[in-house]
């Protein structure tokens, strides 16, 4: 069983940034990929990044060059670096895993960047 705890939402001016953490806990072990996906109002959950089992970061085509992932092994804990955000950022940010062909997702946290 893995938990995922997101944290770092809030409320922002178009322009402007924000860091996403996801902490990481139970069994962690054989984790095969994790990610970052967001669901704005009225629309279906999709993917913004994930990194691979070799560690090789992947980018939906509306963030990359914004949007940056890393981890901190130490910490367990998957962070989203958020830049230059944009209104159609808007949307509740969910840290996702895969473990043994299983998913698991966090509670989500709110993004909303607005003037």
């Known amino acids: 069983q893995v938990q995922l705890v997101e944290s770092g939402g809030g409320l922002v001016q178009p322009g402007g940034s924000l860091r996403l953490s996801c902490a990481v806990s139970g069994s962690i072990f054989s984790i095969s990929a994790m990610g970052w996906y967001r669901q704005a109002p009225g629309k279906e959950r999709e993917l913004v990044a994930t990194?691979?089992?070799?560690?090789?970061?992947m980018y939906a085509d509306s963030v990359k060059g914004r949007f940056t992932m890393s981890t901190d092994n130490a910490k367990n804990t998957l962070y989203l670096q958020m830049n230059s955000l944009k209104p159609e950022d808007t949307a509740v940010y969910y840290c996702h895993a895969r473990k043994f062909r299983l998913d698991y997702w966090g509670q989500g946290t709110q993004v909303i960047v607005s003037s």
């Open positions: 990194i691979t089992f070799d560690g090789t970061p």
